[in-house]
């Protein structure tokens, strides 16, 4: 996996925000500010236009994205989003390619920073329910002998449901927390987001594949 490969999961993940804005923000209407799928379409739209000239390593890329949104987008999205890609970038090799190991470490690392950053643990109905899941998932599959595709596709599912298993929870963290037991019953934005760069994620695999 190339610089031109974590180029199109960026953007990828960026055409996967405008199309889910409205779902997003509907979801954060409902426990936060209703403003994440906004704040995600914009700083990723500007990952988007920063990554116009594609850097030279996988590392670069995440380093850049992770910057721009934190640059780009308020309230906590950008920080915790940015923390995630650029510890992430951290901690891939400064090399022309990466591997499915080091992806999955690198994804371990963005979730160790986002639970440092926010403060949340699983359970707390935050994007550590995706995010976290996803990683173990990843690393599992990476270290079973798994294909990319393979490992992708259970980081995928873990995700998914890790963010579904946000619904009956009570938010601990973050402004929906405020709501106490009328938080239950909805879907964590966060963890629906990362869901959804995950699958952009799997599409750039899937893309980059073809002959």
């Known amino acids: ?11 990828r993940t960026a055409l996967g925000v405008a199309a889910a804005r409205d779902e997003l923000t509907r979801l954060d209407a409902a426990i936060g500010d209703a403003d994440h799928g ?3 379409d914009r700083g990723f739209t500007a990952v988007r236009e920063a990554l116009a ?6 590392r670069e890329v995440l380093t850049t994205a992770g910057t721009t949104l934190i640059r780009k987008v308020g309230g906590a999205s ?3 989003y940015g923390t995630a890609l650029r510890q992430m970038a951290a901690r891939l090799p400064a090399t022309a390619e990466v591997t499915l190991a080091d992806l999955a470490d690198a994804l371990t690392a963005g979730a ?6 926010g403060g949340a643990a699983e359970g707390d109905k935050t994007m550590v329910d995706a995010l976290a899941p996803a990683a173990r998932a990843l690393a599992a599959a990476a270290g079973s002998g798994a294909t990319t595709e393979e490992a992708l596709d259970a980081a995928l599912r873990a995700a998914e449901e890790g963010a579904r298993a946000t619904i009956p929870l009570q938010a ?3 402004r929906a ?5 009328r938080s239950v019953g909805h879907m964590d934005p966060g963890a629906a987001s990362t869901t959804l760069i995950l ?6 695999c899937a893309e980059a594949a073809k002959p």
């Open 177 to 181: 927390s405020y709501l106490g037991e």
């Open 112 to 117: 160790d920073g986002v639970r440092r950053l």
């Open 38 to 40: 906004t704040n995600l």
């Open 78 to 80: 950008g920080p915790l």
């Open 1 to 11: 996996m190339d610089a031109a490969f974590f180029t199109a999961w960026m953007t």
């Open 172 to 174: 601990r963290k973050g």
């Open 199 to 204: 699958a952009a994620l799997r599409t750039a």
């Open 53 to 58: 000239t594609p850097p030279a390593t996988p």
